[in-house]
């Protein structure tokens, strides 16, 4: 039986893990290990792949500064998510700002270290990219379609840390990175659908707020069709294996959710729409295994 003060370890412990979403930092760190193997690295064995501890430190830095990026944007939004998401926010708010803060600093800090492990280009890569999360979080995110872009390019930028350490330059690279990003902008647009209420209240100028909720539906759409085009493009011009499974389930998956998008009103709706686009992402993740099983067979 834990006692009270272990109990409240605990919950704050979860508390932060919320704050820095453990979960979706796991999923990105399988994500670069798996694209890595399969995609920027397919000649390299599998040991080697695994066992370099370049690519660890880099996948480190990675997750640090994606862990700092969440916590500065909780840190922002605080009043916002409270209106958006008052559980959760409850949740977050068992451990201080001030505390929170302090986490910021020593991840900063920590991801600086893991990246100077690589080489100095990677520290100033990783530089960049931490004040370009806080530029984003403190100013960037409040203007509309900016906020959308920048953040999908910051959600897509860990990938090209471990494409920069394996200078693969093929096209097939650059056809999955595009894919992941117009799938991140849906993501994005989506959320500025869902959180409209807590916008509004603090004057966030989103794409919503600025032009209501049908051009943004019809944006929303348009990128849709770029991506379901995207995907046939990945299909029939690129040996992709096995993962054209996933790609056709993708397609279905996406005009089912623009048949939804348009019948959607109130935010229970937006949200269900929000977490088919994290199903169909964290599903992509995963489906890269499909590319060709035997690869990792073949490369023990």
Not at 13 to 25: A, L, P, W
Not at 32 to 37: D, G, P, R, T
Not at 238 to 256: A, E, P, Q, T
Request: proline residues 2%; contains cysteine; positive net charge.
């Amino acid at each position: 039986m834990l006692s009270r003060k272990q109990k409240l370890i605990f919950l704050k412990f979860f508390s932060m893990f919320s704050v820095v979403r453990g979960y979706n930092i796991l999923v990105v760190v399988i994500a670069q290990y798996l694209a890595s193997i399969y995609i920027f690295a397919p000649d390299v064995p599998l040991k080697k792949v695994l066992f370099d501890v370049n690519l660890l430190m880099l996948v480190l830095a990675s997750s640090a500064a994606i862990a700092a990026g969440y916590i500065i944007n909780n840190f922002y939004d605080s009043e916002k998510d409270l209106i958006n998401r008052p559980q959760k926010t409850m949740l977050d708010r068992l451990v201080s700002q001030n505390t929170k803060l302090s986490f910021y600093f020593v991840l900063n800090f920590l991801v600086l270290v893991f990246a100077s492990y690589v080489s100095f280009r990677a520290v100033v890569f990783f530089a960049l990219y931490i004040f370009a999360i806080w530029l984003y979080s403190h100013r960037l995110k409040k203007r509309p379609m900016v906020g959308n872009i920048v953040s999908a390019i910051l959600t897509v930028t860990p990938f090209f840390a471990i494409f920069i350490y394996y200078s693969n330059f093929e096209l097939v690279v650059f056809a999955h990175a595009v894919f992941l990003f117009l799938l991140v902008s849906m993501r994005e647009l989506t959320k500025d659908l869902e959180n409209i209420k807590g916008d509004l209240a603090l004057d966030y100028r989103t794409v919503p707020v600025v032009y209501g909720e049908r051009i943004s539906k019809i944006m929303l759409s348009v990128v849709a069709v770029i991506t379901i085009a995207w995907a046939f493009l990945l299909i029939f011009f690129f040996d992709i294996g096995h993962m054209y499974i996933f790609f056709y389930l993708c397609i279905v998956l996406l005009v089912v959710f623009l048949l939804i998008l348009w019948r959607s009103k109130r935010k229970i709706h937006f949200l269900i729409l929000h977490n088919m686009l994290k199903l169909i992402i964290v599903g992509g993740v995963f489906s890269i295994l499909l590319i060709d099983v035997s690869v990792v067979l073949n490369r023990i």
